[in-house]
Structure formats: structure tokens, C-alpha cells
């Protein structure tokens, strides 16, 4: 089946940076788009980022455009989220996504397998 093993995740202060890794496994790794969501405590997964299968096309929340970005590496079957200019309000569990159709999309429950999610913590 589907695994997806996020890492990277971690404590660092506002304006700082992390970079997010996701491992794929069990699937074909260039024939699905991948995503990164979001969900802080109490709050609903949200949509961060999106990259099609090629790596050609990607989609961002605009609370985050411009400051990360999403890129795929097809031949190590991972996908990657760069994090900068971090601030509190990015503080929550990171979870990569799969999924076999298309589009890019941002609903949570249309994506197809997750991974556990890693933690991001921004201090002030």
C-alpha cells in the first residue's frame, strides 16, 4: 500500500527556515500529484501546496506564496517543502499528501492517501 514518511519538521524561531522532505512508497511515484496541508490545534486541514506529476505546475494557499515551495524529486520518489521567512501562525502538523488525479486540489478530503504529519513549531 501507500506509505508516505514526512521528516524535517522541528522548532525554529520567526524568519527562520526548515525544509520539509516526504518519502514515497508503494505507489508510482510520477504518476500521482503530491501536496503538503496543514492543520493547526483545533483548526481543519488546510491546503499549503500542490505539484503535479511532472513537477511542471504547482499551487500555493496565498498565505504562503512567496515564502515556500514545493518541488518533487521523481527518480528519489520524495517531495520537498521549503519553508522561509517562517512566522508563528505557520506553527502546525505538516502532512504530505497523494494523489492520482490531475488537478491540483485543495480540498483534504479528495486526496487519495497521508502520511503522519511532522511537526512545525515557530516561536516569536
Known amino acids: 500500500q501507500v506509505q508516505l514518511v514526512e521528516s524535517g519538521g522541528g522548532l525554529v524561531q520567526a524568519g527562520g527556515s526548515l525544509r520539509l522532505s516526504c518519502a514515497a512508497s508503494?505507489?508510482?511515484?510520477?504518476?500521482?500529484?503530491m501536496g503538503w496541508f496543514r492543520q493547526a490545534p483545533g483548526k481543519e486541514r488546510d491546503f499549503v501546496a500542490g505539484?503535479?506529476?511532472?513537477?511542471?505546475?504547482?499551487r500555493y494557499a496565498d498565505s504562503v506564496k512567496g515564502r515556500f515551495t514545493i518541488s518533487r524529486d521523481n527518480a528519489k520518489n520524495t517531495v520537498y517543502l521549503q519553508l522561509n521567512s517562517l512566522n508563528p501562525e505557520d506553527t502546525a502538523v505538516y502532512y504530505c499528501?497523494?494523489?492520482?488525479?490531475?488537478?491540483?486540489?485543495?480540498?483534504?478530503?479528495?486526496?487519495?492517501?497521508w502520511g503522519q504529519g511532522t511537526q512545525v513549531t515557530v516561536s516569536s
Open positions: 499528501a497523494a494523489d492520482r488525479t490531475i488537478p491540483i486540489l485543495t480540498t483534504a478530503r479528495t486526496w487519495d492517501s
Open positions: 508503494g505507489l508510482t511515484f510520477s504518476t500521482y500529484t
Open positions: 505539484i503535479s506529476r511532472s513537477g511542471g505546475s504547482t
